[in-house]
């Protein structure tokens, strides 16, 4: 059993910045890929940024520039930092672990950008 835990979301202003964390705890042999998603209302969940266990990361053209992942591998645990908030950053985030190639999922955690 893998359990995997956000935290971090809340209320901003536009321009504003947030810091989302996720631990992964439980049954872990090893971590590939650890990732964050999000879903706006009315939306697909969509991929904002991932982070491989050796490093290597990947962006939505949106948010390039403004957010970094990073990871620690010790703690088995993923950073989400976003700078320059949006209004259209505003959804549920979802931190996704990779292990053995089964996937776990947070409960989310809500982001609100206001203008």
């Known amino acids: 059993q893998v359990q995997v835990v956000e935290s971090g979301g809340g209320l901003v202003q536009a321009g504003g910045s947030l810091r989302l964390s996720c631990a992964a705890s439980?049954?872990?042999?090893?971590?590939?890929?650890m990732g964050w998603y999000r879903q706006a209302p009315g939306k697909q969940r969509e991929l904002v940024a991932l982070?491989?266990?050796?490093?290597?990361?990947n962006y939505a053209e949106s948010v390039k520039g403004r957010f970094t992942i990073s990871r620690d591998n010790a703690k088995n645990t993923v950073y989400l930092q976003m700078n320059s908030l949006k209004p259209e950053d505003t959804a549920v985030y979802y931190c996704?672990?990779?292990?053995?190639?089964?996937?776990?999922w947070g409960q989310g955690t809500q982001v609100t950008v206001s203008s």
């Open positions: 982070i491989t266990s050796g490093g290597s990361t």
């Open positions: 996704n672990v990779v292990s053995w190639g089964y996937d776990y």
């Open positions: 439980g049954s872990i042999v090893s971590i590939n890929t």
